[in-house]
């Protein structure tokens, strides 16, 4: 049986495209230019606290939120811890999408994401 493609799909920014990923989300995006840390989830664990990292935000919903990032990322879910400490809220997210974007001249990705639930750290 031929391996599966599970990485998150790339691809470029399309009216049609714009139009179908509006349609699939249950509550429209709010602009969410803040800083937040992530980290990736390797093999099913949490990730430890030198794992997180910071990433700018670009918009969130009830239902995901979306993220730039220098490179395209490696990893399909992740933590994002929203908030400030001490009202921090840990999220596991999957990639549902990645888009090149212009960025300050140079190449860039959003990372659009999925909430899948609430972890209790």
Request: proline share 7%; net charge neutral.
């Amino acid at each position: 049986m031929p391996a599966r493609n599970t990485s998150p799909i790339l691809s470029t920014t399309t009216i049609a495209n714009e139009k179908a990923t509006k349609e699939q989300r249950s509550s429209d995006r709010n602009p969410y230019t803040y800083c937040q840390m992530i980290a990736p989830i390797f093999g099913g664990r949490f990730p430890s606290e030198v794992e997180f990292f910071e990433v700018e935000c670009h918009d969130i919903c009830t239902g995901g939120f979306a993220f730039f990032s220098d490179g395209y990322p490696p990893f399909e879910t992740l933590i994002v811890r929203l908030g400030r400490s001490p009202s921090l809220k840990h999220l596991r997210a999957r990639v549902v999408n990645v888009t090149e974007v212009p960025r300050d001249g140079e190449t860039a990705y959003r990372v659009g994401c999925r909430f899948i639930d609430r972890i209790i750290a």
